[in-house]
Nanobody, 124 residues
Framework: QVQLVETGGGLVQAGDSLTLSCAAS????????LGWFRQAPGKEREFVSQ????????YYADSVKGRFSISGDRAKNTVYLQMNSVKPEDAAVYYC?????????????????WGQGTQVTVSS
């Protein structure tokens, strides 16, 4: 089993920056991809960004491309999401997710490990 714990959420002003962290523990060698998803009230969970420790490639949703940056520290089994130029529409609960079957995927269905989520609130 793999446990994922997100930290770093909170209240941020529009235009400011925030960094989320996701610490993985357990059988992390079996995790191919680590991603970030978010879910706003009344909306479906949506893909934000994804990376993998093996190849280091990164992928972003169009809505965050150029503003958010994902990075991973294999030694710490931690993935970060640097959020810059935050917008009110970025407000959501952000979830870290791990996939044991896919190196690359933007579909929540392909992720079998999930963190508890961390709230990001944006004031305008």
């Amino acid at each position: 089993q793999v446990q994922l714990v997100e930290t770093g959420g909170g209240l941020v002003q529009a235009g400011d920056s925030l960094t989320l962290s996701c610490a993985a523990s357990g059988r992390t060698l079996g995790v191919y991809a680590l991603g970030w998803f978010r879910q706003a009230p009344g909306k479906e969970r949506e893909f934000v960004s994804q990376t993998n420790f093996n190849f280091g490639d990164t992928y972003y949703a169009d809505s965050v491309k150029g503003r958010f940056s994902i990075s991973g520290d294999r030694a710490k089994n931690t993935v970060y999401l640097q959020m810059n130029s935050v917008k009110p529409e970025d407000a959501a609960v952000y979830y870290c997710a791990g996939s044991s079957t896919h190196y690359r995927s933007s579909s929540p269905r392909d992720y079998d490990y999930w963190g508890q989520g961390t709230q990001v609130t944006v004031s305008s």
